[in-house]
């Protein structure tokens, strides 16, 4: 917006002539006791401000069509405009992304926890094959126990083998498992577009509707509301900035150690 | 020792409940939010609660002061593992009565050391 518009308050060049010249018609006529040619250029004072009025409402108006235009949102009957909403697709798209990201996180869940206890077998018997092995270099082994160990090594060899297949083959799936970032990550930005444009024609709304105000005078009393904290507000975005937010665990032990804990 | 995990995320829950079995507790249950949590409690002689803060329902935050509240409960440990970093929140919580405040993302290391720390200190 420019200065001068600033300066009219959104009015157009003609409506604003117009005013400064019926004021001072209107100051003449009452200086001059003529009062019903004052109160006649009353009215035409209060047509002048109708009219800006109607044809404020109309451009607001039309701007409202075009948003919803843009929106995509053809209201002719509620299943189109569930199907063309571009909104619902968004929030389609985000509910994909939670699902997405919740897969992966659960597929890579189950295959670490098959893959734990097989390396946790693996080392258990690791170590009582070597304090068996020891016994056999410090010759302290019997004939029988020997062969019993001879076959308990085969078979260690036999399982470590098998089940090194498995961790291998558990860890390349656990990594493809991470593929839903490329997905979600095309998603995001996707939502993220739309949500700059609605930003954008929402905002051009709000200037519309505001020379409006400006019209008839309307001044909006709005509240600030206040977030609460202690309902929770989620993960803190651009930490490192905010000066009232934590950057990490290590600020958080000073934090509590500064309150005694 | 038997701990109950709240957190509304399940991957959340599953991570948790992993990293305390490997740290040797293997008696766990779980909650969805406050409002199951409370009741669980109530009834499960927990010996130790573990609870997300943002949750839809009953929050952790209000989770923590009810149990603080509670006669039968005020003494039970409670470690907070979330992602609400602010200053204001975490004085909040040391106000409120908690035990230990862990922020996500977290390591394992740090979650034993924050558990470990609280148990020396019960001791």
Redesign the interface.
Known sequence: MTDSNKNNQGLEPEVTEKLKQQTSELAESVEEGDYARAMSIINELSDVRDQSLYREVGRLTRSLHEAIRNFQIDARNAEQKEALSKMSDASDRLNYVVQMTGQAANRTMDLVENAMPLAHAMRDEAVELREEWLRLRRREMAPAEFRELYGRIDRFFTTLTADSDTLYQSLSEILLAQDFQDLTGQVIQKVTALVKEVEENLLSLVVMASHVDQLTGTIHEIEEKEESAEKGVGPQIKADEREDVVSGQDDVDDLLSSLGF | MKILIVDDF??MR??IK?LLRDLGFTNTDEADDGNTALPMLKSGKYDFLVTD???PGM????LLKAVRADEELKNLPILMV???????????A?QAGVNG????P?TAA?LKEKIEKIFERIQ
């Open positions: 399940s991957t599953r991570i992993n803060w943002n949750m929050s952790g935050f209000d979330t992602a609400e970093a602010k200053r204001d929140q975490i004085i909040a040391a405040y862990v922020v996500k977290f740090v």
